[in-house]
Nanobody
Framework: VQLVESGGGLVQPGGSLRLSCAASGFTVSRYSMSWYRQAPGKERQLVAEITWDGGRTNYADSVKGRFTISRDNARNTVNLQMNSLKPEDTAVYYC???????WGQGTQVTVSS
């Protein structure tokens, strides 16, 4: 099992980024998947999750209405579209397969002018 995140970078407040988590060793359509983030000096927190069948999503209150989690079964990826970014969204973002607790290495998102 391997998870590789990409798409992070530096963006101005109000901007957008799209993170992608490429999975190998398993099929994402069969597992519930999550995105977490960890800011410096803070604990890792859940940002968004999607059930194995894609029928239900859940978001942290701080990102509701701005972030969208989705799954691309053809590419075997889980994506996080982030709009209206704020400086407080700055963190390392991690992808996780909920079953088995597999994590990616993370991708840095920095929101700053």
């Amino acid at each position: 099992v391997q998870l590789v995140e990409s798409g992070g970078g530096l963006v101005q407040p109000g901007g957008s980024l799209r993170l992608s988590c490429a999975a190998s060793g398993f099929t994402v359509s069969r597992y519930s998947m999550s995105w977490y983030r960890q800011a410096p000096g803070k604990e890792r927190q859940l940002v968004a999750e999607i059930t194995w069948d894609g029928g239900r999503t859940n978001y942290a209150d701080s990102v509701k209405g701005r972030f969208t989690i989705s799954r691309d079964n053809a590419r075997n990826t889980v994506n996080l579209q982030m709009n209206s970014l704020k400086p407080e969204d700055t963190a390392v973002y991690y992808c996780k397969r909920n079953s088995g607790g597999y994590w990616g290495q993370g991708t840095q998102v920095t929101v700053s002018s």
